[in-house]
């Protein structure tokens, strides 16, 4: 089983623009998820697909390996759908390109389901983390995701799922962690389908694989990874270095 990590990188940030071209300790931050990300060991190999040149010829220059989208992208999956399109793997793993603090272990249990699914049941898969702190249920930008007996996903959302309608019956509350490792064949799938209502409304891509029928296993994890969003992300992520 081929397996390969592929780093979406898009240059124009809206709530932090340039971001991944800022300064960590010496190296810019894509570099550091680039090498992050090679250092787990878990992959065949690592590229990084992008619509900068600025960006490309940073990775290049240090040594990385770098694909120009041909395509504008609205997301993420559809820029390394173009970009493995011709590439002979079996799964491609999604790494954020704003998380060069890569932690090795949540991406091994990821790819661990492919390695038992002998049936070929799983499409893609994801991590999700057990959350209790109300805010954190109420938050928006906190995608929750809601599973069946199997951990397979039934629904993700931006707003609570499911609504505490009945308090004290024992309901347990997930956060999605967006990592992701697809099959080839339902990136391509996903690359190929219209996007459908639910994911135009909810602006959650993921909406898109369930819509289709795509079964999605998620994996408990304690492991939530540390994203630069913001500049106040980039000096704590300095302090961490």
């Given at each position: 089983?081929?397996?390969?990590?592929?780093?979406?990188?898009?240059?124009a940030s809206?709530?932090?623009?340039?971001?991944?071209?800022?300064d960590?300790?010496g190296?810019?931050?894509?570099?550091?998820?680039?090498?992050?990300?090679?250092k787990?060991?878990?992959?065949?190999?690592?590229?990084?697909?992008?619509?900068?040149?600025i960006?490309?010829?940073?990775?290049?220059?240090?040594?990385?390996?770098a694909?120009?989208?041909?395509?504008?992208?609205?997301?993420?999956?559809?820029?390394?759908?173009?970009?493995?399109?011709?590439?002979?793997?079996?799964?491609?793993?999604?790494?954020?390109?704003?998380?060069?603090?890569?932690?090795?272990?949540p991406?091994?249990?990821?790819?661990?389901?492919?390695?038992?699914?002998?049936?070929?049941?799983?499409?893609?898969a994801?991590?999700?983390?057990?959350?209790?702190?109300?805010?954190?249920?109420d938050?928006?930008?906190?995608?929750?995701?809601?599973?069946?007996?199997?951990?397979?996903?039934?629904?993700?959302?931006?707003?609570?799922?499911?609504?505490?309608?009945?308090?004290?019956?024992?309901?347990k509350?997930?956060?999605?962690?967006?990592?992701?490792?697809f099959?080839?064949?339902?990136?391509?799938d996903?690359?190929?389908?219209?996007m459908?209502s639910?994911?135009a409304?909810?602006?959650?891509?993921?909406?898109?694989?369930?819509?289709y029928?795509?079964?999605?296993?998620?994996?408990?994890?304690?492991?939530?990874?540390?994203?630069?969003?913001?500049?106040?992300?980039?000096?704590?992520?300095?302090?961490?270095?």
């Amino acid at each position: 089983m081929k397996i390969i990590a592929v780093i979406p990188a898009r240059y124009a940030s809206t709530r932090f623009p340039a971001k991944l071209m800022q300064d960590l300790g010496g190296k810019t931050i894509i570099t550091r998820t680039y090498e992050a990300a090679v250092k787990t060991e878990l992959f065949d190999d690592v590229f990084v697909v992008t619509d900068s040149d600025i960006i490309f010829k940073e990775v290049i220059t240090n040594g990385g390996k770098a694909i120009m989208s041909i395509k504008e992208h609205e997301s993420g999956s559809d820029r390394i759908a173009e970009a493995v399109e011709r590439m002979d793997v079996d799964i491609v793993v999604n790494v954020q390109g704003d998380e060069p603090f890569i932690n090795k272990e949540p991406l091994e249990e990821v790819l661990e389901v492919f390695k038992n699914d002998t049936a070929h049941e799983i499409d893609l898969a994801s991590l999700m983390m057990y959350i209790t702190d109300e805010e954190d249920i109420d938050n928006p930008n906190n995608v929750k995701v809601v599973v069946d007996q199997k951990n397979f996903a039934l629904y993700f959302s931006r707003s609570v799922i499911p609504y505490p309608r009945e308090k004290g019956v024992g309901v347990k509350y997930f956060k999605h962690i967006g990592i992701y490792a697809f099959r080839k064949h339902a990136l391509l799938d996903f690359y190929n389908l219209p996007m459908q209502s639910l994911e135009a409304s909810e602006k959650l891509e993921q909406l898109r694989y369930l819509e289709y029928g795509k079964r999605i296993k998620m994996v408990e994890t304690s492991h939530a990874g540390i994203g630069i969003d913001t500049p106040d992300d980039l000096e704590k992520a300095r302090k961490m270095l």
